[in-house]
C-alpha cells in the first residue's frame, strides 16, 4: 500500500490546501494529512481545531486521515510506514526551502520520496495567514476556505475582538 504524508500548519485549513489532498489522494493509496505541533508559532487555531476542520473537509475522501504529529517528520513516516510526503509548490518563493527540506530528509532516510505538485493557478497567492489578515477585518472569505472554515474564522474572531 502507498502511503503519503501530508504535512503543514494548516492554520486553517484552505482550498489551497484541499486541492493538493484531493489530488495526492487520487495517486496514493492513503493520504494522512498531518498537522505539525509547533511550539515557536502562535496560531489561531488549536491543534484539536485545525484537525476537525480538516477531518470535515476531507470527509468526502475516504482514503485520506488526519493526524497530528511532534518531531522528525521522517520519524512521523516511518511510525506510519508511509513512503512519501506530497507538498504543495505556490511560487518560486517556496521552492527554496521546501528543496532544502527534501535534501534533508533524503539524506536522513533515503528511501523517502518527496513528491511536489504544482498549485492550481486559481490559488497561487493563497497562504492561511493571507486568509487571517483579511478574515481579521471581516472581509469575504468564501473563495478562499471552505464554507465551515469561513464560519470557525468569523467565530474565532468574534471571540477575540470579546476579549481585547
Ligand atoms: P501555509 O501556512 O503557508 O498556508 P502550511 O504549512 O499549512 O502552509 O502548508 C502545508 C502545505 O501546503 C505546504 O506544502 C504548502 O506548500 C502547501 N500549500 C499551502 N497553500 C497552498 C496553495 N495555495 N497551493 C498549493 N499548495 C499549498
Known sequence: MRIAVCPGS??????????IIQRGAKIFDKVIVAVLINRNKSPLFTIEERVELLREVTSHLPNVEVDSFQGLLIDYLKEKKAQAIIKGLRAVSDFEYEMQMASINRLLEEDIETFFMMTNNQYSFLSSSIVKEVAKYEADVSSLVPPLVEKALKKKYAEINLTT
Open 10 to 19: 494548516f492554520d486553517p485549513v484552505t482550498k489551497g490546501h484541499l486541492d
